[in-house]
């Protein structure tokens, strides 16, 4: 491996993050602006963009890991101190389990609520792997709703740590994930 390449994430990780923000950014805007669709049918068509796009995110977030595990982490340079590191790495973490538990979370809330996952352009209807059961339904709701919620915190702590990074302490943090 060159020096160039060594000092940077995998280009399968630098797509896949960034694509997945794009991903993200569609997925909160249909949940968000789905009020805004004129009718019930409007509505049900976003809402199935939703659902598609969010399974989208759990199924690339799955090559993700493997590229991550197969490859040491480039190093942050100058290094920083033990403590950023650690939150650094708690923080990762947590986003890693918000894009694997989110997109599950809401496919049980769908199914269980007896709402299909249709595909939206394909007509493809996911098949039922939960029964309805209206009391899953109800937390499981709730819990995606409030995880949400949450993670826009998270995911807006992290890119200003990444700012931070970059324009404050003045390392290589952000350059190790861009082209
Ligand atoms: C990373 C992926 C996902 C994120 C970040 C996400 C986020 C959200 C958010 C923020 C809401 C709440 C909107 C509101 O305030 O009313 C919501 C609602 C919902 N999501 Fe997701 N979602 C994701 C994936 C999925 C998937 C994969 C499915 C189903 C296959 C799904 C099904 C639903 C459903 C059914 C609701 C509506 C709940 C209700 O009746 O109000 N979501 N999602
Ligand atoms: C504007 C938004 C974002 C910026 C500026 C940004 C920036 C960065 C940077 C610079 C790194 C490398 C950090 C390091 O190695 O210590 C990183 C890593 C990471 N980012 Fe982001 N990010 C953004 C959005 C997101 C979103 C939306 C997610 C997922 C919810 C995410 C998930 C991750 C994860 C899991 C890592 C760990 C490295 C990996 O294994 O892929 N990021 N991000």
Redesign the pocket.
């Known amino acids: 491996m060159n020096d160039v390449a060594a000092s940077r994430y995998s280009l399968l990780l630098r797509v896949v993050h960034w694509g997945t923000l794009l991903l993200?950014i569609a997925?909160?805007a249909t949940?968000?602006l789905r009020g805004l669709a004129p009718d019930r049918p409007a509505r049900a068509v976003v809402?199935q963009w939703?659902?598609a796009i969010?399974?989208l995110?759990?199924l690339l977030v799955l090559p993700r890991i493997g590229a991550r595990l197969s490859r040491p982490t480039p190093p942050i340079l100058p290094t920083p101190g033990r403590l950023v590191l650690l939150a650094a790495q708690a923080t990762h973490l947590l986003l890693y389990a918000f894009?694997i538990v989110?997109?599950l979370l809401?496919?049980i809330?769908?199914q269980s609520g007896e709402?299909a996952?249709v595909i939206p352009l394909t007509g493809f209807t996911l098949p039922d792997l939960i029964a309805n059961n209206p009391d899953l339904h109800e937390w499981t709701?709730e819990i995606?709703?409030a995880l949400?919620?949450i993670f826009y915190a998270v995911i807006g702590l992290h890119a200003a740590a990444a700012l931070a990074h970059h324009f404050y302490f003045r390392d290589n943090t952000l350059r190790r994930m861009l082209g």
Do not use: S
């Open positions: 993200l997925v909160y949940a968000e809402m939703h659902m969010g399974l995110v759990f894009l989110q997109p809401g496919l809330t769908a709402r996952v709701e995606h709703v949400g919620k």
